[in-house]
């Protein structure tokens, strides 16, 4: 797999065909914050953290990092050790083919053709989420 071919692909031109908006569910999400740098593998592969990661837990117990600028931008803090994520609409796309998308945070985060969902936080800022976690975690109604 040539991989520096491969993310350039994604891109936000990408997103301009067959994509949908779409937002986080209201949800709880238990986490942690990480005592010491680390890195964590998650489903899409190893993602390094600083100390002071907020490391959250999904719906099937995976686990991802988020630094604390991203977790208050993203997240409302419940105050028992639970996130809820705020109502931020988003452009997503099923994968129609295999790589590894450059993340802002500086890791590549693999994913697979008609398995994953590239979810655009931004411009130029993308992130991986395995189908049936996104079915289960984001609001669905145009997942095509």
Do not use: C
């Not at 797999?1 to 209201?26: C, L, R, Y």
């Not at 411009?123 to 669905?140: E, L």
Request: net charge positive; charged share 30%; aromatic share 10%.
């Amino acid at each position: 797999m040539k991989i520096k071919q491969i993310v350039e692909n994604i891109n936000d031109a990408w997103f301009k065909t067959g994509s949908f908006e779409t937002f986080k569910k209201p949800a709880r999400e238990p986490y942690e914050i990480a005592k010491t740098d680390g890195t964590i593998e998650t489903l899409e592969g190893p993602v390094s953290y600083k100390a002071g990661a907020y490391i959250m837990t999904g719906p099937k117990g995976e686990q991802y990092p988020i630094t604390p600028d991203r977790f208050k931008e993203l997240k409302v803090d419940n105050g028992d050790g639970t996130a809820s994520p705020k109502k931020i609409v988003k452009i997503a796309k099923i994968a129609d083919h295999d790589g590894a998308v450059a993340t802002s945070w500086g890791d590549k985060l693999n994913y697979t053709a008609g398995n994953d969902v590239i979810v655009r936080h931004g411009p130029n800022d993308y992130g991986v989420v395995k189908k049936d976690i996104f079915t289960q975690t984001y609001d669905t109604t145009k997942l095509k």
